[in-house]
């Protein structure tokens, strides 16, 4: 997969600043309950030796993709991760294209609790539960 494909198949570059441009580009397709978050695993994501993809990139990817739809589901309020989970299934190898589905499972006042299947291809790689605290805005 490259950025040409994924383009063609509608995905869209999702912006990011901060840690989380470091460990993009990320890409995008659908929207609300529907939208998937997706990167190409490139060899700065990896553990060399064996050529599959490190589990802390695994993790951080699930906190990028889970807090992205904790925020849009809020409508951009400001969250931070209080809480993230994650079970390892399967390897993602290099130059895979990796997903993660997340799904809000309850939002409080306060919380929001998160829960997603990370994939390649058709493979779940990966499985993640957190939950949210909501800010208050300044």
């Not at 994924?6 to 912006?15: D, F, I, N, V």
């Not at 600043?17 to 700065?44: K, Q, T, Y």
């Not at 079970?87 to 993660?100: L, P, Y």
């Not at 939002?107 to 058709?122: E, K, T, W």
Request: proline letters at 4%; aromatic letters at 8%.
């Amino acid at each position: 997969m490259d950025p040409t494909s994924l383009k063609s198949a509608g995905w869209t570059p999702l912006e990011t600043g901060g840690f989380s441009g470091l460990i993009g580009p990320f890409w995008m397709r659908g929207a609300g309950a529907d939208r998937v978050i997706g990167f190409i695993a490139e060899s700065r994501h990896g553990n060399n030796h064996l050529g599959t993809v490190h589990g802390g990139a695994l993790m951080t990817f699930a906190d990028i993709s889970l807090g992205y739809a904790v925020v849009n589901a809020l409508g951009g309020a400001n969250c931070v991760p209080v809480q993230l989970q994650t079970q390892f299934v399967s390897s993602a190898r290099m130059g895979e294209f990796i997903t993660c589905r997340a799904e809000l499972v309850r939002h409080s006042s306060q919380l929001v609790f998160m829960r997603g299947l990370i994939s390649a291809g058709d493979r779940t790689v990966a499985s993640a539960d957190g939950i949210w605290k909501v800010l208050k805005p300044k």
